[in-house]
């Protein structure tokens, strides 16, 4: 896809926000909320109607463990931006921003992900 | 406008007398046709050939709030006062249906346009309808649907559409529906500049829904879409996640077969 092409695709994308994710509200989480983590994926549903995705992190005291972005956006879309699948592997070292749900400060929606080459697929502000 | 598209369609009897002659023409013309580019499109030049790849244009417009007569709105209160945000029908691979799925959530969507036929398939939700042309001997409804039965004619280059026969959709906050709901849309091509001030195609669906049980008034919806020939249609498969939660519900694990030896290997 030409970067004109993309960038159509994104305008649209924002424009659609709104109903990008129409048949389910975002009141469960605290969107105002962003809190970034460097790790490795450990599992990975690719998928729709919202992919997830575990991630290993190491903490300030060296422990390792498991940020549950428990939804994301749709498989479909973030190809349609550009995302290689095949780039999010488990295994593969990335950064993800997520929102934590009210009710479960454990479990995160995943607005953007950050690839080792600095790239990025930002999906809802 | 509404009223006066079921103006026509009220004084439109159907003619089965002619069911045979028409098969007959359709036949011999889609016989002429098969296997050629002849087969798509309306076979008139001044109507528009609604074929191709489109994306909705997030440009879709619906009125809040949403007109609910009394009776409705009382259920709106009681359904948000039992059902959590959790309790959410997308989450379950509820299609949207009619008219909530016209150009809103951003996946492709594909048209294929026929002279007997518009077929429309959504990416999203994997959503397909069939819009029947009313010269051409639709079928009867047979049962509800999501997407209803769709009946269509044209007004100059604007294919005017009428959607009966649907499914109740009763989420009383996703602009819910009754069985009696009636839907009338008046689609067109309009051809304008885009935000890049390319000339581009837009697919312009101006949709009324009537619901006396459920609005106090109609519901006016516009939508667009914009020609995109170079995007595809993706797959959507939207039940993996609630077949992930059965087999952990049952304690079972599927096996990895990628992980099978190569046949070299064995």
């Known amino acids: 896809m030409s970067p004109k092409a993309v960038a159509i695709v994104l305008a649209a994308l924002v424009a659609a926000a709104g109903s990008a994710f129409a048949h389910h509200s975002f009141a469960i989480y605290d969107m105002e909320t962003n809190v970034e983590f460097e790790g490795v994926v450990d599992t990975l549903k690719f998928r729709n109607p919202h992919m997830a995705m575990t991630l290993k992190v190491t903490g300030d005291d060296g422990r390792e463990r498991l940020v549950e972005f428990v939804e994301g956006a749709p498989a479909n879309m973030l190809v349609r931006m550009g995302l290689d699948p095949a780039t999010i592997q488990p295994g593969r070292k990335i950064k993800a921003v997520g929102s934590p749900r009210r009710d479960d400060p454990n479990a995160y929606f995943l607005k953007t992900i950050i690839l080792e080459d600095g790239t990025r697929f930002h999906v809802l502000n | 406008m509404s009223h006066f598209v079921l103006a026509f369609f009220r004084s439109s009897p159907r003619r089965p007398g002619r069911r045979c002659s028409v098969l007959g023409l359709v036949g011999a013309v889609a016989l002429a046709a098969a296997g050629s580019a002849a087969a798509q499109g309306t076979g008139d030049a001044a109507r528009p050939d609604f074929s191709g790849l489109w994306f909705p244009a997030g440009t879709r417009t619906t009125p809040q709030p949403l007109p609910f007569t009394d009776a409705a709105q009382r259920l709106v209160e009681q359904y948000r006062s039992e059902f959590t945000l959790d309790d959410d029908p997308g989450r379950y691979c509820i299609w949207p249906g009619m008219p909530r799925a016209v150009w809103g959530a951003p996946f492709t969507i594909e048209i294929f346009h026929r002279p007997q ?5 959504w990416e999203g939700y994997g959503m397909y ?58 689609m067109r091509i309009e051809e304008r500049p885009g935000d890049d001030g390319q000339m581009r195609r837009y697919l312009v669906d101006e949709i009324t829904l009537t619901d006396p049980k459920m ?25 993996d996640t609630l077949w992930d939660e059965y087999l952990q519900s049952r304690g079972l694990t599927l096996p990895d077969v990628d992980a099978l030896p190569e046949p070299d290997e064995e």
């Open chain 2, 117 to 121: 036929d518009v077929t429309i398939y």
């Open chain 2, 129 to 186: 309808r069939k819009i029947y042309m009313a010269d051409h001997n639709p079928p009867p409804a047979l049962v509800p649907s999501a997407m209803g039965h769709s009946v269509a004619h044209w007004e100059g280059d604007t294919l005017v559409i009428e959607t009966t026969n649907l499914k109740p959709y009763p989420y009383m906050t996703r602009m819910a529906t009754t069985s009696d709901a009636h839907v009338i849309e008046r």
């Open chain 2, 215 to 239: 609005y106090k008034e109609p519901i006016r919806i516009v939508a667009q879409a914009v020609h995109r020939p170079d995007l595809q249609l993706l797959e959507y498969t939207c039940t």
